[in-house]
């Protein structure tokens, strides 16, 4: 099949951006997402243009690298589907496919499709972790962990730290993605005695970093590819009242 | 040369707690004054790099992703082995190290995998405390499950994202260091050369991936944890920035490399569709706990797998090795996998691919129980192939995984440059000529949090605190070398672009030097490697300029050292005339097409050193002596 594509250029955080339109030709159903974008980018050294840069490594869903905005929605609306993983089964032959980088405040641009989301490493160097030193730990088995509070700290420890979350927000909230770590550890036996620090230090990180509040509307779950739940959002804000009052 | 192991004397499960007892320690307040380098942030770079600075030591970290979060121990899916004995099903130390050594058809150390047997449990303890969500039994207790090579169930694992959530846990450690100060991270920077200093390591060269400045760090010691190089088949199931540039360097600057014609060829990943792909995803091996894999009997048989009756399926592994059955080690897995479908027996559009079937799991089990296994690889098999696992069978293949060779390592983990040190992936020290499934998470973490906080401090007592420093002339000529081949690769402005070369080199690597080697098909690989190399260096066109984020530089740059390391691999694999694990030459078979070893003539690393451009690598040998076990055919049947 043959497309139009709409793809955000930026040489730099400075410079002015625009979409710049391009072919993506004999395109297979079978091809990924960052598959066609390869053959658009062969295209484009073979006719000795720079070819567009975008954020991408294990093309398998995992590492949280690729991030771009497809026809609107941070990677391209396919259910707990990163943008790597998206195929291009999923379009139709004459398609316009419009694509953009991560767009928030906290994640300034970088060149083309890549944005810097170096604050959500920030807000993990805040507090996103046990401070236990290496050695010297209990037999793994010396406390007990209910099966439930390990599969809910499992649910919330898939996050891969994409952004897509921010990306979908109206106010650039990385509320979930906070809100999985601080989750993830509260819900731990080992996690509980540092909980009321942690999410005090990793939502002050967050504020600074420029992401907005949680406004409820929802689009970070429906954006996550890995079905992080807004409900973990509450467990934020209950463990941030605990730690509060 | 002969190379020592420096394995410690004495009794082998005595080697590691006497080597501990006797090492010579810093004191606590000279540790700051150390600059340790480490490259790579996956689970042996990030939890080497967090308990060095927890350590107290002055670390420096590098990554060439925007993130320490994203290399690609991420992607590990089964889980890690642990020696734990929690299932009362006769593990232990002695049978992990046992198990490990006779999967690497006994080519590995005896110490540095009884060592890694030894503190495979601490691992274990060490993740539960830094809050790794590992699955539990609804009494709270760890839970395990089987892989391959092994009649114990001792993996643990956290669904089958097993790779993200240690790799979470390290970087979180990892994260810990860097808001105390001890750690300073440096992503989206690229080790390009490695900067020795009287023989010794003492510093990297670097660029920075997003101004394209390139820069020297000066270090007491450097660790490099820059994982495998099996993207030198171009495809394989390794991330796409996953490279062999940093090790290869550091080969150009006179470290050894060792075997590398150890590659791991994983038997279940899901097969190629046509020249476009970039990447082969991998379905995790534990799949194969619960899937029959099989295909039909007769040659081109061509019906839907439901017309396939019982009787005219051939279940090859069961047939073959039936006490291991579908559990037999990858590199047995995926050369049977590859003789059915050369024999016209394949399935699937291409006819290269098997079928891993779970309708009899399902029917024994339920789908429920199916789905909250597997879910999550089920899922990913569907969006990958638009066909549903639970309905019909799975389609798999084989792809290059893993690189068990890599940079040569003592038992302190130091290469043959003093203050150069190795860990996980990128050295070759603990899986001979095959690697065991959930093993490469358990040796990257134990090498990391484990060996290197000890054995880094022999060589540091030794050596004066910031002896070398930036003004050194050595640093400004690596920079010079790191610039002269940037601005030569965008001077060329060829007509091919560096992908096309990568994928030339990567079909003669799968073709000549993949699951079946002979000589034949070896010395053309050595005669064709050259060919391609020459024309990349005259015809390659690389876009962009050097001063900004440029990816096909970055791209054209790992070409470049794949390119000169496929040719050394397929030496390495002509000069060991015998088969073992990975490396399978057609010539040495046993009468039941076994791997037939040669214990007499190759029980040895083969190091090679680097001589110059165009001239040939020296070998050099470090004899493999079995104090504990006897060599043994290694049978699975």
Request: aromatic residues 12%; charged residues 40%.
């Given at each position: 099949m043959n497309l139009k594509l709409f793809v955000w250029r930026q040489k730099g955080p400075n410079s002015q951006g625009k979409l710049e339109q391009l072919e993506a030709k004999n395109i297979s159903p079978d091809m990924s997402f960052l598959e066609m974008l390869d053959e658009v980018n062969e295209d484009l050294i073979k006719q000795g243009k720079e070819t567009i840069a975008f954020d991408h490594d294990c093309r398998e869903g995992i590492c949280g690298t690729c991030s771009q905005i497809i026809n609107g929605i941070p990677h391209g609306g396919q259910e707990r589907t990163t943008t790597c993983q998206l195929h291009m089964r999923k379009f139709k032959d004459g398609d316009s496919i419009y694509i953009e980088p991560w767009r928030a405040k906290a994640f300034p641009l970088v060149k083309d499709l890549i944005v810097d989301r170096g604050a959500l490493d920030r807000i993990i160097q805040a507090g996103g972790y046990m401070s236990n030193h290496t050695g010297g730990s209990a037999d793994g088995n010396a406390v007990l962990i209910p099966k439930p509070d390990a599969e809910v700290a499992m649910d919330a420890a898939e996050c891969i730290g994409c952004g897509a979350c921010v990306a979908a927000c109206p106010n650039g909230s990385a509320m979930l993605f906070t809100a999985a770590k601080v989750t993830q550890l509260a819900m731990l036996p080992q996690g509980k005695i540092e909980a009321a620090k942690r999410v005090c230090l990793m939502t002050e990180q967050m504020l600074k970093e420029g992401f907005g509040n949680c406004g409820n509307h929802y689009e970070c779950q429906a954006a996550c590819p890995k079905g992080i739940k807004v409900s973990f959002i509450a467990k934020l804000n209950r463990e941030f009242m605990k730690a509060s009052v | 040369m002969i190379l020592d192991g420096k394995s410690p004397s004495g009794p082998l499960s005595q080697k590691w707690s006497k080597y501990c007892q006797d090492m010579k320690l810093v004191n606590p307040s000279n540790k700051r004054k150390y600059n340790i380098i480490v490259v790579g942030t996956g689970l042996a770079g990030a939890s080497a790099a967090a308990t060095l600075g927890e350590l107290g030591y002055n670390v420096e970290s590098f990554c060439y992703q925007d993130s320490p979060r994203r290399a690609h121990s991420i992607a590990a899916q089964g889980g890690i082995n642990a020696a734990k004995n929690y299932n009362n099903d006769g593990d232990s130390i002695y049978r992990l190290f046992y198990d490990t050594i006779k999967g690497g058809d006994f080519r590995s150390r005896e110490s540095n995998v009884y060592r890694l047997a030894e503190i495979s449990g601490n691992i274990i303890d060490q993740c539960v405390a830094s809050g790794v969500p590992f699955a539990r039994d609804y009494a709270g207790y760890l839970e395990t499950r089987s892989f391959g090579g092994a009649q114990v169930s001792r993996t643990f694992f956290s669904r089958g994202q097993t790779g993200q959530q240690l790799l979470l846990g390290a970087y979180s450690a990892l994260s810990r260091q860097v808001k105390l100060g001890t750690v300073k991270l440096h992503p989206r920077t690229e080790m390009l050369d490695l900067v020795v200093v009287d023989g010794e390591a003492k510093g990297i060269t670097v660029r920075d991936m997003v101004t394209g400045q390139i820069s020297s760090y000066a270090g007491d010691a450097v660790c490099l944890c820059t994982g495998g190089y099996i993207n030198v088949y171009f495809l394989s199931t390794n991330a796409q920035g996953c490279s062999v540039t940093a090790g290869y360097r550091a080969y150009k600057k006179g470290a050894f490399f060792a075997n590398p014609c150890y590659t791991q060829i994983h038997p279940t990943c899901i097969p190629v569709t046509g020249e476009h792909q970039s990447k082969l995803t991998l379905m995790s091996e534990s799949l194969r706990n619960d899937g029959r894999i099989w295909v039909p009997k007769k040659k081109g048989d061509k019906r839907p797998f439901n017309e396939i009756p019982e009787a005219d399926r051939d279940y090859y592994l069961e047939r073959k090795y039936p006490s291991y059955g579908n559990l037999a080690p990858r590199d047995i897995s995926s050369r049977a996998a590859k003789e059915a479908c050369d024999e016209g027996r394949g399935v699937g559009p291409t006819g290269y691919g098997v079928y891993l079937d779970f309708a009899d799991s399902i029917k024994r089990l339920g789908e429920d129980t199916i789905r909250a296994r597997y879910g999550n690889l089920f899922e990913m098999y569907e969006r990958i192939t638009d066909e549903n696992g639970y309905k019909q069978p799975m389609r798999i293949y084989p792809a290059a995984h893993y690189a068990m060779g890599g940079l040569w390592v003592d038992y302190n983990l130091m290469s043959n440059l003093p203050g150069l040190f190795v860990l996980g992936e990128a050295n070759f020290s603990d899986h001979g000529a095959n690697r065991l499934g959930a093993s490469a998470l358990m040796q990257g973490l134990g090498d990391g949090y484990f060996v290197i906080p000890n054995t880094i401090s022999s060589y540091l007592v030794s050596t004066k605190p910031g002896k070398v420093k930036l003004d050194h002339p050595e640093f400004k000529k690596s920079q010079e070398e790191v610039s002269t081949m940037t601005k030569k690769l965008l001077s060329i402005n060829g007509k091919r672009s560096p992908k096309e070369f990568w994928r030339d080199l990567g079909k003669v690597m799968w073709n000549n030097v993949g699951m079946a080697r002979s000589e034949q098909s070896l010395k053309e690989a050595i005669n064709k490697i050259p060919e391609i190399r020459e024309e990349f260096w005259k015809n390659v066109k690389v876009v962009g300029s050097g001063t900004e984020l440029n990816q096909e530089l970055e791209k054209a740059g790992r070409i470049a050292d794949f390119l000169e390391f496929g040719e050394l691999l397929a030496r390495d694999a002509l000069h060991r005339n015998e088969s073992c694990g990975g490396h399978f030459?057609?010539?040495?078979?046993?009468?039941?097409g076994e791997a037939k070893r040669d214990d007499a003539n190759y029980c040895y690393v083969g190091a090679w050193g680097y001589k110059g451009a165009d001239k040939e690598p020296e070998l050099h040998k470090e004899p493999l002596t079995f104090e504990t076990l006897h060599l043994a055919e290694r049978s699975y049947k």
């Open positions: - | 030459r057609t010539e040495y078979q046993t009468a039941e």
